[in-house]
C-alpha cells in the first residue's frame, strides 16, 4: 500500500481528480450576468426607454445599498436628472443599507454622516420627497447597537430633510406603515415595512408578529395599485439566493474585497459552499429567520381581499442584493430588486425561471404611474446606459 501511494501517477490522478471536480463546480456554477439579461419572450422594443403618451400622476424612484458611493458616484448623478423632471410628483426611495458598514453607531458616526450625505443632497437638490427606509448594515448589521444607530440615522435624516415621511417606519417599528401617494386623489398605496425588524436578535421594539401580519392584511385591502417596499428580497438569483458564479469560487476572497483576485482552486468552493449549505446567514433565503419571515409575508400577502372588479397591482420592491433583477411575482405580481446604487458594491446575479431581466450593473429602478390608470416600469442604469429595459405592469 505505501509503495502504491508513492507512485509518480498517484499524485497525477489526484490533481487530475481535482481538476474534474473544479471544473464541475465552476460549470455548475456558471457566469454572472455582465451584459443585460432578457428572457426571451421579451422583444427588442422592451430594451430601451418608452416614451410616456399619458400624463405622469406620480413617480417612484427606487434604489438601495447606497451607503458607500464613490466621491462622484454615475448612480445618484443620474438618479437627480431623474428626480428633477417631475419633481413636485416624485418620490425617491433609498432601500436600506444606507450607511456601510455598521450605520450610525457612536464609533462610526463620522463616517456614516458622510456616506448618507451625497443620498441625502438627491433629495435636496431636486426638491423631490426623499424616503429612507432601514436595513441590516443600519441596524449595525444586526449587533447590539443596532436599535440606538437606527433611532440615530433616523433622527439625521429627518433633520436633514424637510416635510414628512423622509424615514419609514419610524422608531425601530417593523410597519407595517402606509402612505397614499399623491396626498390629493392618490394613484397608489405605498406601503412600507422594516424587514430587519424580524431578523434582529438585540433589542427591538416589541410587537407580535401576528399582529404585523393583520395590519399588513388590512392595508392591501384597497383598489389602489399596491407598491410594498422592504429591504430584504422575497427571491432572488444573488447571493442571497445562493446564487454563486465561477467567480466565487476561484476567487473567494473577493467577497471581503473586490480587488482581491487571488485564485484559490477547490478549497475556494468552502466559503460559497459553506456559506450556503452549512452556516445559513438570517440575511440569506434559507436562514432559518428568513425563512420564517418570507413565509409570513407571503402568507399575508396571499390573504388581500379581492374587490368585485378585480385586484390592483401588487409589486413588492426589495434592496439588499447589488443587482438589478425584474422577476415574476407568485403571490405577488412583480418582485423587483433595486439593490445597486453603490460602484463599490455590486455583486453577482444570475438568472432563474421568472427572470425577466438582470443585470451585475448600478442603476435604479422608476415606476410611473400615469392618469389612464396604466403603470410603467423603467430600469434605468448611469453612465450614459438610460433606460435598459421596460415594461407595462399588468396584473396576472
Not at 418608452?50 to 445618484?76: C, F, H, M, Q
Not at 453607531?105 to 448618507?116: F, M
Not at 443632497?121 to 423631490?128: D, F, I, N, P, Q
Not at 402568507?299 to 438589478?324: C, D, N, T
Request: hydrophobic share 40%; aromatic share 10%.
Amino acid at each position: 500500500m505505501k509503495q502504491f501511494y508513492q507512485r509518480p501517477n498517484f499524485t497525477r490522478y489526484i490533481v487530475l481528480l481535482c481538476c474534474i471536480v473544479q471544473a464541475v463546480q465552476l460549470t455548475i456554477a456558471g457566469c454572472s450576468h455582465t451584459k443585460p439579461y432578457y428572457h426571451p419572450d421579451i422583444p427588442d422594443s422592451a430594451k430601451h426607454e418608452n416614451k410616456i403618451e399619458g400624463t405622469l400622476r406620480y413617480r417612484l424612484l427606487l434604489l438601495g445599498d447606497g451607503g458607500e458611493p464613490t466621491s462622484d458616484e454615475p448612480v445618484l448623478k443620474t438618479l437627480t436628472e431623474w428626480g428633477e423632471k417631475d419633481a413636485s410628483s416624485t418620490s425617491i426611495v433609498f432601500l436600506g443599507d444606507n450607511m456601510y458598514p455598521e450605520g450610525m453607531t457612536e464609533r462610526k458616526k463620522h463616517e456614516a454622516s458622510a456616506r448618507l450625505t451625497p443620498q441625502l443632497a438627491v433629495a435636496k437638490s431636486t426638491g423631490a420627497h426623499g424616503l429612507f427606509i432601514p436595513g441590516n448594515h443600519d441596524w449595525a448589521s444586526g449587533g447590539a447597537e443596532g436599535y440606538s444607530a437606527l433611532r440615530a440615522q433616523e433622527e439625521f435624516i429627518n433633520n436633514a430633510l424637510v416635510g414628512e415621511s423622509n424615514f419609514l417606519p419610524s422608531g425601530g417599528s417593523p410597519g407595517p406603515v402606509a402612505l397614499e401617494l399623491p396626498k390629493t386623489d392618490p394613484v397608489l398605496r405605498l406601503i412600507v415595512l422594516d424587514t430587519q425588524w424580524w431578523l434582529h436578535q438585540h433589542e427591538k421594539p416589541k410587537k407580535a408578529p401576528e399582529q404585523v401580519i393583520e395590519e399588513l392584511v388590512a392595508l392591501l385591502d384597497t383598489q389602489l395599485p399596491v407598491i410594498v417596499i422592504g429591504h430584504h428580497p422575497l427571491e432572488t438569483y444573488g447571493e442571497h439566493g445562493g446564487a454563486y458564479d465561477w467567480k466565487a469560487h476561484l476567487f473567494p476572497f473577493r467577497s471581503w474585497k473586490k480587488w482581491l483576485w487571488i485564485p484559490v482552486p477547490i478549497v475556494g468552493s468552502v466559503y460559497p459552499c459553506g456559506r450556503w449549505y452549512f452556516s445559513r446567514s438570517d440575511q440569506d433565503l434559507n436562514g432559518a429567520r428568513n425563512k420564517n419571515m418570507v413565509a409570513e409575508l407571503n402568507r399575508a400577502f396571499a390573504m388581500r381581499k379581492m374587490p368585485p372588479q378585480g385586484p390592483p397591482l401588487f409589486v413588492y420592491v426589495a434592496g439588499h442584493e447589488h443587482s438589478l433583477q425584474v422577476l415574476k411575482g407568485g403571490v405577488t405580481d412583480y418582485l423587483l430588486v433595486s439593490g445597486a446604487a453603490a460602484s463599490r458594491k455590486v455583486t453577482e446575479v444570475m438568472s432563474g425561471d421568472s427572470t425577466l431581466f438582470a443585470h451585475q450593473h448600478t442603476g435604479f429602478m422608476a415606476i410611473d404611474f400615469l392618469n389612464d390608470g396604466k403603470v410603467l416600469l423603467q430600469v434605468v442604469e448611469p453612465g450614459g446606459k438610460g433606460v435598459l429595459f421596460h415594461r407595462w405592469l399588468t396584473v396576472d
